[in-house]
């Protein structure tokens, strides 16, 4: 049995934010190296278990060539060894890639051999980024770091990590239909068509959190069947989800501007499941500000 506490592995996007991911974690206390080549993951791990009883964090990425792919058999055999393992993927949609790239002026490591230093390369670059990864990504929890700054992604990183390892967390998530559905959501509810505090003057520049929204929206049958319609199918899926293994499920709520009910429905849905579940509570377009 291994005496490493906990091995924290981050995968991802080039440009997706996995350094200050991994800078988060070394805060918290892990011992952090980063873009260590898979066929290296079992060679330290053996020597940091001769060392001392810590929690470890890697960052490895398609910077590792050709011997990424062996990454997704490695891990699972950590697992049948005892080591507790959460995989972190962090992703961001492919204009905020072009962005950071072009801002940086950084060359995308999968930039073939005379490539132009131009947005259509580079796209064509992340799509191959994205063909590479896919397997790894369906294995790990994803976040989505397209509208977050840097302070947001590390409180995001240190509150997923805080999560009791032993239990099935929760995340619930608000975003805005009209900046794009969230890359990390593993379900997505639209409630578009529940009536909108938007078009209530006294209720336009508050929140889903504040008390005359909240009010509003408690006495809107609709939002109500769609609380109960939500909650009901999670909570008929948590125990196969839990089942399988998994380490966080997201549940994303979206409407047009992710600022009224979205936040409302993630702000109940959190109260309701957090005293069975660890539940985490997410604004995409709150926490953006």
């Given at each position: 049995?291994?005496?490493?506490?906990?091995?924290?592995?981050?995968?991802?996007?080039?440009?997706?934010?996995?350094?200050?991911?991994?800078?988060?974690?070394?805060?918290?206390?892990?011992?952090?190296?980063?873009?260590?080549?898979?066929?290296?993951?079992?060679?330290?791990?053996?020597?940091?278990?001769?060392?001392?009883?810590?929690?470890?964090?890697?960052?490895?990425?398609?910077?590792?060539?050709?011997?990424?792919?062996?990454?997704?058999?490695?891990?699972?055999?950590?697992?049948?060894?005892?080591?507790?393992?959460?995989?972190?993927?962090?992703?961001?949609?492919?204009?905020?890639?072009?962005?950071?790239?072009?801002?940086?002026?950084?060359?995308?490591?999968?930039?073939?051999?005379?490539?132009?230093?131009?947005?259509?390369?580079?796209?064509?670059?992340?799509?191959?980024?994205?063909?590479?990864?896919?397997?790894?990504?369906?294995?790990?929890?994803?976040?989505?770091?397209?509208?977050?700054?840097?302070?947001?992604?590390?409180?995001?990183?240190?509150?997923?990590?805080?999560?009791?390892?032993?239990?099935?967390?929760?995340?619930?998530?608000?975003?805005?239909?009209?900046?794009?559905?969230?890359?990390?959501?593993?379900?997505?509810?639209?409630?578009?068509?529940?009536?909108?505090?938007?078009?209530?003057?006294?209720?336009?520049?508050?929140?889903?959190?504040?008390?005359?929204?909240?009010?509003?929206?408690?006495?809107?049958?609709?939002?109500?069947?769609?609380?109960?319609?939500?909650?009901?199918?999670?909570?008929?899926?948590?125990?196969?989800?839990?089942?399988?293994?998994?380490?966080?499920?997201?549940v994303a709520i979206g409407c047009t501007g992710g600022q009224h009910r979205s936040v409302y429905l993630v702000?109940?849905?959190?109260?309701?499941?957090?005293?069975?579940?660890?539940?985490?509570?997410?604004?995409?377009?709150?926490?953006?500000?």
């Open positions: 049995m291994s005496s490493i506490k906990e091995l924290v592995v981050i995968t991802g996007m080039s440009g997706s934010g996995k350094s200050i991911a991994l800078h988060a974690l070394e805060d918290a206390g892990y011992y952090c190296v980063d873009n260590l080549p898979p066929e290296l993951l079992e060679p330290l791990l053996a020597l940091e278990s001769d060392r001392n009883d810590r929690k470890l964090a890697i960052a490895m990425d398609v910077r590792s060539g050709q011997s990424l792919p062996q990454l997704p058999l490695l891990l699972h055999g950590l697992t049948d060894k005892g080591i507790h393992l959460r995989l972190l993927f962090l992703d961001a949609n492919d204009q905020t890639l072009v962005r950071r790239f072009s801002e940086t002026r950084r060359r995308h490591p999968l930039s073939l051999a005379g490539d132009a230093a131009d947005q259509q390369t580079l796209v064509q670059a992340i799509a191959r980024e994205r063909d590479v990864l896919a397997d790894l990504r369906d294995r790990s929890h994803v976040i989505d770091s397209s509208f977050l700054r840097a302070a947001q992604l590390i409180a995001y990183v240190k509150e997923l990590i805080a999560a009791p390892s032993a239990l099935l967390t929760l995340v619930f998530e608000s975003f805005a239909f009209k900046r794009g559905i969230t890359l990390d959501a593993d379900y997505v509810f639209d409630v578009r068509m529940l009536p909108n505090p938007h078009y209530e003057p006294a209720l336009r520049a508050l929140t889903g959190r504040d008390q005359p929204v909240i009010d509003f929206l408690d006495a809107q049958p609709e939002a109500q069947r769609m609380l109960h319609d939500i909650a009901t199918f999670v909570r008929q899926w948590l125990p196969a989800m839990a089942r399988d293994h998994r380490s966080y499920v997201t702000e109940k849905l959190a109260a309701l499941f957090g005293p069975d579940w660890f539940s985490l509570r997410r604004h995409r377009e709150l926490d953006h500000h």
